[in-house]
Each structure stands twice: as structure tokens, then as C-alpha cells.
């Protein structure tokens, strides 16, 4: 067994307004460790700009924690944990002593309020107790499961501070005794009275400042002007559980709201929590992509943020090229000793970011984007489309790792072992992908009728004149056809990708749904996909799993080689639908409602590909503990299952 395990969440309770976040055991404890586990790590804490500013809040009344009685969230977005401190109750059978308490997040801000109620013949009196900790600990080695040594903590007039570099926490806590006999673990001290009828009440605030941040949150506390989505039909939603997940969803999008310090006025959605709280480009880009039925905003400030980011020199370490999108943003470089990987704060590791950015833009045009703000943005667009115009001419867009410590995969499934053939062997780069491909050829086409649009001539040197650009498109679509298409038992299918060698990598897997819609294929070869996308091998029955049954590397719970990703499954049900296959479309939009049914309608980044039906059968889907949870693009797919059952305006 490895000495170190990435901790599990799956099971844990969530408060977060970007950039900071709060994650607990479901009595609200935030608990350094995760007894009984095989590994002691654990991701409870509070998170602010990628670092753990918190990494205990422990609480107990007269020495003992309560025993926990029930959790949940309120309209609010608080987190409200109620415990039983049986050590202090009356005589009896029946609890007569209550502890609440209700914690807030705000950008920067954690508020916690403690109320002791009773029921007892007279007043009960008891010491509440909050013992704090503080890592200050990256992200990166949060999620790595390593151990990690709490920061000494100096008093102040109000309460304590920890500090280290460019972060500095302080908490508050009116009327507490702090006790800094052991400053690696200081202890906030009430001493309460209740009487019945008559609750005693103490709080705390935690405030994180990180001068090194890279994003920030959205400003001010209004809900985004996309969260009250206008309907077709005025009558209430048929399906209970699709009005669930909507509004679930868009509450946990307008919580993710980001922005950069020096572009306040241009939001974007973090990719997720807890590990992917910043700017990630084919996430945002996805996210904003799916949230277009409900206007252009989100649309426009991520590809104006990603726009100020684009590749303007070749960087082997960054991956950076011109024209280039970039793949994510941190505050610092990002290294994993266990996996050999290291990457610069800004890293362009990514073939399909660049594309899929031409496809938003056209997208959002068409959608309604003002034209001056289209005007902004086609410089970046020109450069962007000479980048896939070089990738595609004569060949496809591929990546490679030249660094030697990047992303061996640059795909959306960018795990190690990702593309492999159906015997299980991985697939030797340079990779092209067929998603890619299908992104590129809509890239091309949009570019060129989005240049002629705004009379903008292109560049014949580069290939980015609008004739050009369709012919590259109808070029690549022919290599295409010739070289991605295999057969099976079942019939037709597309291969996930070509390797270094031009071998089609025969595995059948989720990657061909992103095809649809594309124009990439003809009809009869979108028929041929849609009838394989709902074949019980990839559907689930929860949505599509990355990668079908049939294959040697199948397992339910392997990240992308068997899981469930909600975005994938909503891209291919957006393609079905824009390809005229309505009855598939509907059969994968139930199987996403079935799955954000079983996580109470906060979806995951994924989940296990078990079946729900058949051999095998599980009853309701089943985690991947480590998953992100919200994630921006999963939580956008209820929009797309939305908009394709038409209760979108």
C-alpha cells in the first residue's frame, strides 16, 4: 500500500464562495485527521486561494464532542450541524441539551454561530470549546494525502493570527478566552448559560488574506444574472428531480463566480472544489459553453480572461505557443513528486483548449454577444485559428510533452493512462485525439464565418482566410473519415484516437459523442455514433461511461477509464439533440437525472460506471470518493438536460 493516499470528500459537508471554501465531517467538525481510514489524511479545513488556512475546528462541550444529531444546508447556503452533548444533559431517557451550530463562507470570510439550548427544570451551564489549527498547507499536498505540521499562532487584541509569506489568517471571537497554551493548537473558550426558553450564543470569524492570489472571488454578493433561467412553459417543471438539479446546480455556478485582480469585470467559473478552485481553460470554457441558453456574460468574461492569457512565444516548460489557450492558472508552480509531474503557474499543457475557445466565441455571437465585444476578441481569434490551421494542415492537431515533467495527456482525459488500446496497452504520442479533431473542424468553420461577418480579410501566409479555413475543414474531414473509423461486432464506431504511428487506438469509449454537432461527421456516420453512445457497454445507465465494457482496462472506478463524467455524458446528449437523435438524447438526460438523484443533486466532477440494470445492477450511482464536488461543468450539465427537454427559455 502507498505511505500516502489522496483523501476521500465524497462523504463530506461543503460551505464555499470562490475563492475560499469549507469542507467538514456532516456534524460540522473539521477534523485534522480521518481515523479509522487507511490513510490518517484528510482534506477537512478551510481552503482560500489554493491554500489551507484552517486545518482544525474542533468542538466540544465540557471536554466532549456532541454526539452528532443531523446536518444540512439552508436556503441561505449555511451549514447547520446540531449535536447532543449528552455529558450535560438532565435525568432521563430524553435529550434535554442541544449545541447548534451554522457556518457561513464569503470570500475570505468563515463566520461560525454557536447556540447551547435546553430543556432542563433550570439553567445549564457548560464550557464550549473550539480548538483551532492551521497548516497552512498547498493545495497540492492537501490532496496528496502527505502529513503536515500546524503553524504557531500569536495572539492579538481580537483573537490569534497565523501568517506565513504572502498569507495571513486572523480569527476573531467576541467574548472567548483564548488560550495559547499550545500555540500549534489554540483553543477558543465560552463559558455559556442557557435556561429553557432562553438559548446562550457565542460565535467566531475567520479572515484569509493571500497577497500572491492569482484569482479572486466574483465581486460583491448578488446572484449572477443567470441563475432565474426563464422557461418555455410556465407551468411547474413535469420532473421533480430536473427543477432539483437545476436549481442545485446554478446555486453551486454562482458560488464558483471568478474573476482576476486586474479583470474584475470579467467573471469565469472556477473548475471546481476542492483542488481545481481557479481558472482552468477547457472546464471554463465548457461551462460557460453550456450556460449560453441562459445568456452570453459568462460566455464573454471567460474567453476575455482566457483571451489575456493566449500564447505569445514558444516555451517548452509552459508548453506555451502563439495563438495558444491556456490549460490553468495557480498561485504558484504546481509539482507531484509521486506522478513526475511539474508545472509553471501558468501552463498551456492543452490541445484542445484553443479550439474549443473559437467554438464559444462563434457560439456566443450567435447567441447574442454584443458585436463590439466579438470585435475585442477577434484578434485573439485570428491568432488562435493560425494555431489549429497550422495543426491541421495536412495532419491533425496532436500534442506531445516535450518537458519531460507535463501532462502526458492533453485531452480532457489527462490521467496517465487515459488512451490505451482494448487489450489494455497505453498509446505512444504524439496523440490526435478524434474529439479534438471534430472541435478543430468546427473551430475552422465558425472562425471563417465569424471573419467574414466583421469584413476581416484573414491571412492567406497563415492560412486563416475564410476560404482557407473551410477548405482545411472539408480537408480534415476526409482524413478524418478514412483514418478514425473502425468496426467491431457490434458495427461501426470511432476510434479515441491516432497514436505516434497513425494507428487507430481501437478502444470503444465515451470521446466520439463530442463529434455530434460538429459537422465533422456526415448523417448516416452521426446515426452510427448515436446508436453506439447508447449501447449498454457505454451507457450506464447513469450516463456514459469513458470507457466501454469491452475493453481490458475497463473498472467502474477508474477515472477515466470506466467512470462516468456528467459533462461528457452532456456533451454527447447536446450533440444527439443538434443531430436529430431525440430518442438518445432523452435516454442519456434520464440516466444524468437518475445519477444527480443518488448525490442529492449536487453532481460530481465523476462517478462509478456501475450499471442500473442488468448484471451487475447497483440501485442508485455510486461515488468516486475523490471527486470534485461541485465541479463547474458537471453542475452546467443540468442546463444542457434542460434546455434539451425544453424547460429552457
Not at 509539482?335 to 492543452?350: A, F, K, M, V
Request: proline share 7%; charged share 20%.
Amino acid at each position: 500500500m502507498p505511505e500516502t493516499l489522496q483523501p476521500f470528500l465524497h462523504d463530506l459537508e461543503l460551505v464555499f464562495r470562490a475563492p475560499t471554501q469549507a469542507w467538514s465531517e456532516r456534524d460540522g467538525q473539521i477534523r485534522p485527521g480521518a481515523p479509522g481510514r487507511a490513510t490518517g489524511a484528510s482534506v477537512c479545513g478551510v481552503m482560500h486561494s489554493d491554500v489551507r488556512v484552517l486545518s482544525e475546528a474542533l468542538l466540544e462541550v465540557d471536554g466532549r464532542e456532541p454526539e452528532p444529531a443531523g446536518s444540512w444546508c439552508d436556503d441561505d447556503g449555511r451549514l447547520v450541524a446540531v449535536g447532543l452533548p449528552r455529558n450535560i444533559d438532565g435525568p432521563g431517557a430524553d435529550p434535554t441539551t442541544r449545541v447548534l451550530r451554522a457556518r457561513r463562507v464569503e470570500a475570505g470570510l468563515v463566520e461560525e454561530e454557536i447556540e447551547l439550548s435546553c430543556a432542563t427544570e433550570g439553567a445549564v451551564t457548560a464550557v464550549v470549546s473550539v480548538s483551532l489549527a492551521a497548516d497552512l498547507a498547498p493545495m497540492e499536498i492537501v490532496k496528496s494525502g502527505h502529513a503536515t505540521v500546524p503553524a504557531l499562532a500569536t495572539p492579538t487584541e481580537a483573537g490569534l493570527v497565523w501568517g506565513a509569506g504572502e498569507v495571513r489568517v486572523e480569527v476573531e471571537a467576541a467574548g472567548a478566552v483564548v488560550d495559547l497554551s499550545d500555540p500549534a493548537r489554540p483553543v477558543l473558550r465560552w463559558t455559556l448559560t442557557a435556561s429553557p426558553g432562553e438559548p446562550a450564543r457565542a460565535s467566531w470569524r475567520l479572515a484569509a488574506e493571500d497577497a500572491a492570489a492569482v484569482v479572486v472571488g466574483a465581486p460583491g454578493p448578488a446572484p449572477a444574472a443567470w441563475r432565474e433561467p426563464r422557461r418555455r412553459d410556465p407551468r411547474p417543471v413535469a420532473d421533480v428531480r430536473l427543477a432539483r438539479f437545476l436549481d442545485q446546480s446554478l446555486r453551486d455556478l454562482d458560488g464558483l463566480r471568478m474573476t482576476l485582480p486586474a479583470l474584475s469585470g470579467r467573471e469565469f467559473l472556477a473548475a471546481g472544489a476542492p483542488w481545481f478552485f481557479t481558472l482552468f481553460g477547457r472546464d471554463s470554457l465548457w461551462a460557460a459553453r453550456f450556460l449560453l441558453p441562459l445568456g452570453t456574460e459568462l460566455a464573454e468574461g471567460t474567453l476575455a480572461v482566457l483571451a489575456s492569457f493566449q500564447g505569445a512565444a514558444h516555451d517548452v516548460e509552459s508548453q506555451e505557443e502563439p495563438g495558444k489557450i491556456m490549460h490553468e492558472l495557480r498561485r504558484a508552480a504546481l509539482t507531484l513528486h509521486d506522478e513526475n509531474i511539474s508545472l509553471p503557474p501558468i501552463y498551456y499543457g492543452t490541445v484542445d483548449a484553443t479550439p474549443l475557445w473559437l467554438c464559444v466565441l462563434h457560439d456566443a455571437w450567435r447567441a447574442g454577444l454584443h458585436v463590439d465585444a466579438v470585435e475585442l476578441l477577434l484578434p485573439h481569434a485570428e491568432r488562435a485559428l493560425a494555431w489549429v490551421a497550422a495543426g491541421v494542415r495536412d495532419g491533425y492537431l496532436t500534442y506531445l510533452d516535450t518537458s519531460g515533467h507535463g501532462l502526458a495527456n492533453q485531452g480532457w482525459k489527462d490521467s496517465g493512462d487515459a488512451v490505451q488500446f482494448r487489450d489494455g496497452r497505453l498509446a505512444a504520442g504524439p496523440i490526435s485525439l478524434c474529439e479534438v479533431q471534430a472541435y478543430a473542424y468546427e473551430a475552422l468553420v465558425g472562425g471563417a464565418s465569424l471573419l467574414e461577418a466583421f469584413g476581416r480579410p484573414g491571412s492567406a501566409s497563415l492560412g486563416t482566410a475564410p476560404a482557407q479555413l473551410r477548405d482545411a475543414a472539408a480537408a480534415l474531414a476526409e482524413r478524418f473519415r478514412a483514418d478514425f473509423w473502425l468496426t467491431d461486432s457490434l458495427g461501426p464506431y470511432v476510434a479515441i484516437a491516432l497514436d505516434g504511428e497513425g494507428v487507430p487506438v481501437d478502444t470503444v469509449t465515451s470521446n466520439m459523442g463530442h463529434l455530434l454537432g460538429t459537422g465533422l461527421l456526415s448523417g448516416t456516420e452521426e446515426a452510427l455514433v448515436a446508436r453506439r453512445l447508447v449501447d449498454p457497454e457505454l451507457d450506464s445507465g447513469y450516463g456514459l461511461r469513458t470507457l466501454a465494457t469491452s475493453s481490458a482496462g475497463y473498472w467502474p472506478l477508474k477515472y477515466h477509464g470506466g467512470s462516468v463524467w456528467a459533462h461528457d455524458t452532456a456533451i454527447a446528449i447536446r450533440g444527439l439533440a443538434a443531430s436529430g437523435h431525440a430518442p438518445e438524447a432523452g435516454q442519456l438526460a434520464e440516466g444524468l437525472l437518475r445519477a444527480a438523484e443518488s448525490f442529492g443533486y449536487r453532481m460530481p466532477e465523476l462517478h462509478a460506471g456501475d450499471p442500473a440494470a442488468g448484471p451487475g445492477t447497483v440501485s442508485r450511482a455510486l461515488p468516486y470518493p475523490s471527486a470534485c464536488r461541485p465541479q463547474a461543468w458537471s453542475a452546467a450539465s443540468a442546463v444542457v438536460v434542460a434546455d434539451v427537454l425544453g424547460e429552457l427559455a
